[in-house]
């Protein structure tokens, strides 16, 4: 009796979690092929595959690369990717070194009001970002102005020119807040991570004759990296999905970061209903997100389960 | 080489005292152990000379330098942990040479203008080829420490200290994470490395076999204190407290709680069932005791069988009736848990005995391998 029941079991789960996989997989794959076709096949049929591959012909090939030269070149989806890349890259680098040395630090240091700093960094997790945004908005006003009239006088008296420092409008202030509200988690985990090397390590080093900075990236850092791996790409599927600060703090064209692309792509549609343009923008959104994910996969899950069984 | 002077040394926790000014005085070349049982302080007083703690108070000398504010790489020792504390994520040859690939001349100039290596890297090579092959690890020096067996790894963890070429060797129970077998093996190697290269050591354990194994002397510790500091065979025959006799041995002492007598010139020691005459060589220590409370001891391998032909013959005074509980053999001796009366003894009997449970049988102890200590103060009478 039990052979046939297990059976059964096994085969729903298995009906289960196909089902799963195609519901998610599947608006994945829409993207993709719908992005080759142009907006009256779309009409036509919106879940049809395009022209390009049950008739491909040279007409339906250059209906799919109008598409994308659309997005990437008229849409300005090249100019908003690689400002993607250089906001989230730098705030990754930024966040990982000064996450990784704070949480070493809280994690194997011993001194007065080190709990008091981990747990300002833990209050950090509960402020909900939406929430600081308005005023966040009038102290860079503040900040931008103060920091030109700091630094504005000696680079006049230098003869280098005017000088005006504004945080808003700029990816510099971006990656700012990017950086202070990644901390928090970033710190988190990661001093639940070092906490789980052991501490003679540190020791050994001393006695090796090394720096507090030389055991830490000869010694922690290549120690922690399946921690390191983990936060980063958390923060990084984060980030580059990130709409509301970009939004709200880049108003340049120029400056703009794939997200805004895509919804002022979207914006547009409403008027112009150019679908097939913008789901060769989505694609090109999407693509690193799937290789990092395709690319980490396994350190991914490595460190989910570290910080689930040691953290 | 060096030797190493604790000079009232002490440290102090918050209020808990880990080490008791303590003072030993290890000479060149000596390989010394610190045995006591855990938090007696042992792996607090090596760490205190490795620098990886800071003394409360009291000095360290290594030589002639007091050290206690010289950094630990600056110190000319090399330490091994237990748990060996290799770099994972380094090649046994990275992790051996990463001391020396960081030393820089002159080694007292601080960051950035200490930029000349101390070692050039044909000399590293060398020192870690010599090294590797004084330890047997030849062919594994590309390996990383996971590939690597215990016995090995700590093997590995030897070498880091080796190549350095220390005045000091501190070892931190270094042998407590491998197997039996392996354990057995590795000490007799480490004496031989240690006759070999004759570097001043400071070895760590709570095992009282590997200290009288290895030791030239032991210093057995509790309770932050020092208790006894002697070569390995004084300890056993003439321990300086009760916390000695009854830590160093195996099975440990017997102790009884006696009353001394004077009887006829005699002085016997008497408890409920138990009674023996103390040996007349020892008889200048004991006026003072006539009438009072002390405690008896005698070790298990002390106490003969009368059945059998012996060494002890029946003698003044020194045999004890005895109601045997258990027999335990163990080969070669049986282990007897006896009962004078109401007095429990412990005895390692020759195997040919034919004592069985619940026997009635007359044990011989031999009286001048007897001790007898102050019941107040528990220090030895003699």
């Known amino acids: ?311 | 080489m060096a030797k190493v002077v604790l000079r009232d040394l002490t440290k102090r926790f918050k209020e808990v005292i880990a080490v008791n000014n303590i003072n030993l005085e290890i000479k060149e070349a000596e390989f010394l152990v610190l045995v006591g049982p855990s938090g007696c302080g042992k792996t607090t007083a090596l760490r205190m000379i490795a620098g990886l703690e800071e003394a409360s108070s009291g000095e360290i000398y290594i030589g002639d330098r007091v050290v206690n504010d010289v950094s630990p790489k600056d110190r000319d020792i090399a330490m091994v942990f237990q748990n060996y504390a290799l770099y994972p994520h380094m090649t046994v040859y990275d992790n051996m040479s990463f001391g020396l690939r960081l030393k820089r001349l002159p080694a007292n100039r601080p960051w950035p203008l200490n930029t000349r290596r101390a070692f050039t890297r044909h000399e590293i090579d060398q020192r870690v080829q010599s090294a590797a092959q004084l330890l047997g690890l030849g062919g594994l020096l590309n390996r990383k420490p996971k590939e690597l067996s215990g016995g090995q790894r700590q093997r590995v963890a030897l070498g880091r200290a080796i190549v350095r070429e220390p005045k000091v060797f501190l070892m931190d129970e270094p042998l407590s994470n491998l197997d039996a077998k392996l354990r057995v093996q590795t000490r007799a190697e480490l004496i031989k490395l240690h006759r070999r290269l004759g570097i001043t050591t400071v070895y760590v354990t709570h095992d009282q076999v590997e200290a009288m194994t290895m030791g030239d002397r032991i210093a057995v510790m509790s309770s932050g204190l020092v208790q006894q500091v002697d070569t390995p065979l004084n300890l056993y025959n003439h321990p300086a407290n009760i916390f000695v006799a009854g830590f160093i041995g195996s099975p440990a002492m017997n102790f009884v709680n006696v009353s001394i007598d004077q009887d006829n010139g005699k002085y016997i020691a008497c408890a409920d069932g138990f009674q023996v005459t103390l040996p007349a060589s020892q008889y200048d220590h004991l006026p003072n005791y006539a009438g009072k409370q002390c405690i008896f001891g005698i070790r298990p391998e002390d106490i003969y069988d009368s059945n059998l032909e012996g060494l002890i013959k029946q003698g003044d005074g020194n045999s004890v009736k005895v109601d045997v509980d258990v027999v335990e053999p163990l080969g070669n001796d049986v282990e007897m848990y006896l009962k004078a009366g109401n007095v429990p003894l412990i005895a390692m009997i020759d195997s040919k005995t034919r004592a069985r449970t619940g026997d009635t049988l007359d044990v011989l102890l031999d009286m001048d391998k007897s001790h007898l200590f102050d019941k107040d103060t528990e220090v030895a009478i003699y």
């Open chain 1, 1 to 311: 009796m039990a052979a046939p029941f297990s059976k059964l079991t096994k085969g729903l789960k298995i009906a289960f979690l196909t089902a799963y996989l195609v519901t998610v997989v599947f608006p994945m794959i829409w993207v993709l092929y719908t992005s080759a076709k142009n907006t009256q096949e779309i009409y036509r049929s919106p879940f049809g595959l395009p022209k390009f591959i049950t008739s491909p012909s040279r007409r339906h090939i250059k209906s799919l690369i109008t598409n994308y030269r659309k997005a990437w070149v008229d849409s300005h989806f090249g100019r908003y990717f690689f400002n993607s890349i250089y906001v989230v890259g730098v705030s990754l680098a930024l966040i990982l070194l000064l996450g990784c040395m704070a949480a070493y630090v809280l994690a194997r240091f011993e001194f007065w009001g080190r709990n008091a700093i981990y747990l300002l960094f833990l209050c950090g997790l509960l402020i909900p970002m939406q929430l600081v945004l308005i005023p966040l908005f009038f102290q860079f006003t503040d900040m931008g102005n103060w920091l030109t009239n700091l630094f504005a006088p000696p680079v006049r008296a230098l003869g280098l020119g005017e000088l005006t420092i504004s945080l808003q409008n700029s990816h510099a202030g971006l990656i700012l807040i990017y950086v202070s509200a990644s901390l928090p988690f970033t710190v988190f985990v990661l001093t639940a991570f070092f906490r789980t090397l052991p501490g003679e390590l540190r020791e050994a080093a001393m006695l090796d004759g090394a720096s507090e900075y030389r055991t830490f990236f000869s010694i922690m850092m290549p120690l922690g990296k399946p921690g390191i791996v983990t936060t980063a790409i958390f923060n990084f599927l984060g980030l580059w999905n990130e709409y509301l600060f970009a939004l709200v703090f880049l108003t340049s064209d120029r400056l703009k970061t794939l997200p805004l692309g895509i919804a002022s792509l979207s914006m547009q549609a409403q008027y112009r209903s150019d679908f097939g343009l913008l789901f060769a923008g989505l694609v090109i959104s999407m693509l690193p997100v799937l290789l990092v994910y395709i690319v980490l996969q396994e350190k991914l899950t490595k460190g989910i389960t570290i910080g689930a069984l040691k953290g």
